[in-house]
């Protein structure tokens, strides 16, 4: 028995903001007559904004801290990860504000949920164990789930929530099965111990549960990341969901279980490489393929942006796919601008008001709205080429990264069916922008068609700061690149 | 000049003017509008003035590499900015700064919505295509190459005519699935290579089994671009519905993208494919010249003739292109040249009395020459250059190809010239039901003659296409130097395939004694 030591709590200092002032907003909540909401949310940013300062500080030392007796880690890896988390979660909760007070969801417990939620997504990456992974994943989906179904009084909503919950639920069963399997056949849930034992056995003599384990704790993560087969709830809950929270929900979540999946296969179970690539390519080229066929005739937005950004993560696990540093690099670098993109255009969205109180919700209510908010439209066309991987915007860099990696795997037809359904899916990315460019406003608009809802100043500057990264990105691409080349490093393949 | 990057310069200014209109956003409508055209004018005249001072500053002699500037771009990956022009480029170069700044001049008045937003894609659009016909580095091409498709699909789709929605989209997906394969070949070449970088991949010598492999993800990619029979559907589509100025670029410089690329990468690049595939290419440009010219014969609208002609006029480019001959390759490259202006200037003879009486019918006109001849004199000169009448850079263009291909294959050749005829015949009905008979309808008798400012437009197209069929030099030593270099490498690496030592210093020389030096 090792003597009890005091951990490091200096390398979970973001974690413990995150964890009080979630805490605070509560009591405020509970405990002050009044409490504006506008003031919750201010203080929610402002603790997320504060430890995304905080790992930023941190990122490129070049070392490793593995803190609580082996089972937290903390590298250049894990920051990049948490960066992004912490980055995409600050910009969605500050511009959620406007709509959410205009679809009467002012609740307090709205914040400190986002702020729970991002915690549990902190615990999933910088995880070096199977049941802090386990905790850090509960603790994410149930707070989403509770932030999918806040809108409770309204039918949709709830049936997006639902369904929402008990495939995720199943996903944890599937999750937790395929963790007692591994811990069953090799003795260990600590990533070190793990990838121990699988050097020290040559791979034939592996026990088959291992490799079983391995395949339902994939099945789950491509719950998480929305990979087709296990994709279906996720157009529902785009669709169902407040704009607001589908921006969170849909965005990071998936950045933080995609990092996991990564780290996952490529630092405990590399030498596995040869077993789960194959399901890999699977699970990319159907999300390519399902993505890129099922959006082209939904007219509703959410829905659409909800298959697209299955295809999207497609391509991210071509990326895994790929199995090497390059590909984790690749990732790395997608998963930012995907992340950009993402929360760019639902900054968009959040900007105008719709037909009905929730928003804009089709892809009529872009129509012709280039006449009467060019800068807006302009903005949004940029990250839908962008999406559609069009150079010299972003998005064609992070795919470009994604299939020079393939190729350097020679994974060429996994590459092949990449780009043809890039070019199926730009057909759909193309319509929003045909709505809003080439489409004449409608004769009898509905009253509040493309007229913007009141600004705020967070909505304007993540606005503003991702159009800039998109457009901006192949003047400095080192940037971005080294950050992930730092990250992919710190695997050590 | 060591000193000043004149290249980039005049490959981003567009841009800088592009964004001299986006910081004028915001003010009012009509001054912005007028702010937009003479922004936009400048940029395209200064960026003119600039590609001519690179022109005389290009020394012909040398097939190399001329104004390279080599930045780092991503140095993790060994993906350079590298530009530079030689002779192939450069005429296309020149070529695609003086329509875009013609483009502006005919869409001065003819424009009337958005206008920041369509002079601010004519300039970016500028800068994507001269930052391709100079790009040295494969990932640098690409971006450009694609970027193209950006600006035009707006152009089309914003500004276009009645059928414009589809016509855009098919315009985009098409070319975008024809270059995205040509995008894995890059990738695949830059890991054989080892960095993309253009002049490196020339002088490596692939595998013949890859290369066919890649000749065919390129074909892909520029077959479409150029276009060749039967992958030019998109083009009828995109040049009728686009606004003048965008037929103008489309027919002009976008077609041209494919001929370059196939001078460029695959003939250098892939020798053994090139010559495997030669009787392919032959076969498609003869169909090409043949059924688009006997298609373009039954049209009704005039821009959709004018587009099946373009498709008829580039199989001369890639009959050329595959002779892999000195004349027929500087033949191609004329026969680009001279389309270049000569569609430009008939699109814009199309649009001049569009923008009058808004009809593309043939059937609405007739007997234009009593009301406009000053018109009527220019579009007789551009329809007799489309025909190739000597004295005109089409003449120049289409019989160096049909000499080169008579060294090579002689049927191909016949065939290929039935083609000038049925083309004298298209044109040449066109012209008759347009501008002769009498003048019996009504609505054609209040016609104007050209403006001032459509006369500047003509003027420079017919002082070029003149000049360039009577002497056609300045673009044949242009690109003499740089054709006799990529002709020799792939004669190299034919007759030195195998384990056999080649002598390059005796193989150049033989070259060299056969043309004469």
């Known amino acids: 028995m090792t003597s009890f030591y005091w951990p490091d709590f200096t390398l979970i200092l973001p974690e413990m903001i995150l964890v009080f002032s979630a805490l605070l907003i509560l009591m405020e909540g509970a405990f002050l007559k009044q409490v504006s909401f506008r003031h919750s949310v201010h203080c929610g940013t402002l603790a997320l904004g504060l430890s995304l300062g905080l790992c930023l500080f941190q990122f490129e030392t070049g070392q490793t801290w593995v803190t609580f007796e082996g089972q937290i880690k903390q590298d250049d890896f894990i920051f990049f990860a948490k960066i992004l988390v912490l980055a995409g979660a600050t910009a969605t909760l500050s511009m959620s504000l406007p709509s959410m007070i205009k679809e009467n969801l002012s609740r307090v417990e709205y914040p400190p949920l986002v702020l729970f939620a991002t915690l549990g997504m902190l615990l999933m990456v910088e995880a070096n164990d199977f049941l802090i992974l386990f905790i850090g994943l509960e603790m994410q989906g149930l707070s989403l789930y509770v932030l999918a179904a806040l809108h409770r009084e309204h039918l949709r909503v709830s049936e997006a929530a639902l369904k929402y919950f008990i495939l995720g639920a199943f996903a944890t069963g599937l999750f937790l099965y395929g963790i007692s399997l591994i811990y069953g056949f090799s003795g260990a849930t600590n990533f070190e111990v793990i990838a121990s034992v699988i050097r020290t056995e040559s791979i034939n003599a592996l026990p088959l549960g291992l490799f079983v384990g391995l395949v339902f704790v994939m099945a789950a993560l491509a719950f998480k990341v929305s990979a087709v087969p296990f994709h279906m709830w996720t157009p529902d809950v785009y669709e169902g969901c407040p704009t607001p929270i589908t921006a969170f929900i849909g965005g990071v979540p998936k950045v933080a279980a995609m990092v996991v999946f990564l780290r996952l296969l490529l630092s405990p179970f590399i030498l596995l490489y040869g077993e789960w690539y194959s399901l890999i390519i699977f699970l990319s080229m159907a999300s390519m393929v399902v993505g890129a066929f099922a959006a082209l005739r939904q007219t509703n937005l959410k829905r659409l942006l909800g298959y697209s950004a299955i295809g999207q993560m497609g391509y991210v696990l071509m990326g895994v796919a790929a199995g090497n540093s390059e590909g984790a690099q690749a990732v790395f670098v997608y998963l930012t601008l995907y992340l950009v993109m993402f929360i760019g255009t639902f900054a968009c969205l959040l900007s105008l008001k719709g037909k009905t109180p929730e928003g804009v919700q089709d892809i009529e209510d872009l129509k012709g709205i280039a006449t009467l908010h060019p800068k807006l439209s302009f903005i949004l066309a940029v990250f839908m080429f962008s999406l559609a991987g069009i150079p010299p915007l972003g998005g064609f860099f992070a795919k470009l990264y994604v299939f020079k990696a393939a190729i350097a795997a020679e994974l060429f037809w996994l590459a092949i069916v990449g780009v043809l359904t890039s070019v199926v899916a730009a057909y759909y990315y193309l319509k929003i922008v045909k709505a809003m460019y080439f489409d004449d406003l409608p004769e009898t608009p509905a009253p509040s068609h493309g007229q913007l809802l009141v600004l705020s100043a967070e909505i304007t500057v993540v606005l503003n700061i991702c159009a800039a990264i998109i457009l901006l990105f192949f003047m400095f691409p080192n940037v971005v690149l080294e950050m992930a080349q730092r990250a992919a490093f710190a695997l050590r393949i | ?517």
């Open chain 2, 1 to 517: 000049m060591d000193s000043l990057p004149l290249l980039s310069i005049t490959i981003f200014l567009p841009l800088l003017g592009a964004l001299v209109i986006l910081l004028n956003w915001g003010n009012k409508e009509r001054s912005l509008a007028i702010n937009a055209r003479w922004v936009a004018l400048w940029t395209s005249l200064v960026t003119f003035v600039l590609a001519l001072i690179l022109w005389w500053h290009f020394n012909p002699i040398s097939g190399e590499f001329q104004f390279e500037e080599k930045l780092q771009w991503m140095p993790l990956l060994d993906i350079s900015y590298h530009v530079g022009l030689d002779g192939i480029s450069l005429p296309l170069f020149l070529l695609s700064a003086l329509l875009i700044l013609l483009a502006v001049l005919v869409s001065w008045s003819s424009i009337q919505t958005k206008v920041p937003e369509y002079m601010m894609a004519f300039l970016v659009l500028e800068t994507f295509l001269l930052g391709m016909f100079s790009a040295l580095d494969f990932i640098l091409f690409y971006v450009f190459f694609e970027g193209v498709l950006l600006p035009m699909f707006l152009i089309i789709g914003i500004w276009g005519g009645p059928d414009r929605i589809y016509a855009a989209m098919k315009f985009f997906l098409y070319t975008l699935l024809g270059s995205v394969l040509s995008l894995l070949a890059i990738i695949y070449i830059y890991f054989e290579v080892g960095s993309s970088d253009i002049p490196t991949a020339l002088i490596t010598s692939f595998d013949p089994q890859i290369q066919t492999w890649l000749w065919l993800a390129f074909f892909a990619s520029f077959a479409v671009k150029i276009p060749m029979w039967p992958f030019h559907t998109w083009l009828p589509d995109a040049h009728v519905e686009a606004p003048t100025a965008g037929s103008v670029v489309l027919a002009g410089i976008l077609l041209k993208m494919g001929g370059y690329g196939f001078i460029r990468f695959s003939i250098p690049m892939f020798p053994e494919a090139s010559s495997y595939f030669t009787p392919l290419i032959f076969t498609l440009s003869i169909i090409a010249i043949i059924y688009m010219s006997l298609v373009a014969l039954a049209q009704q609208d005039m821009k959709k003739l004018i587009a099946y002609a373009s498709v008829a006029h580039m199989g001369f480019v890639t009959l050329g292109i595959f002779t892999v001959d000195s004349q027929g390759m500087e033949g191609a490259i004329m026969q680009m040249v001279s389309h270049g202006l000569v569609s430009a200037a008939l699109f814009i003879c199309v649009g001049v009395v569009y923008d009058r009486l808004h009809s593309r019918e043939i059937a609405a006109y007739g007997g234009l020459v009593h009301t406009m001849p000053r018109y009527a004199t220019f579009f007789m000169f551009f329809i007799l250059a489309s025909i190739g009448l000597p004295g005109t850079s089409g003449f120049v263009g289409e019989f160096l190809v049909l000499l080169g291909t008579f060294q090579v294959n002689s049927l191909a050749t016949v065939l290929a010239s039935t083609g000038m005829v049925l083309g004298a015949a298209y044109a040449l009905w066109l012209y008759r039901r347009v501008m002769f008979g009498p003048l019996v309808k009504p609505s054609l008798k209040s016609l104007s003659d050209l403006n001032w400012r459509e006369d500047l437009v003509f003027a420079p197209l017919a002082v070029s296409v003149l000049v360039l069929g009577l002497y056609p030099l300045p673009i044949l030593t242009m690109a003499e130097a740089s054709v006799v270099k990529v002709i020799d490498q792939f004669n190299l690496a034919l007759e030195g395939g195998g384990e056999e030592l080649v002598d390059t210093e005796k193989t150049l020389e033989i070259a060299l004694v056969k043309r004469g030096f």
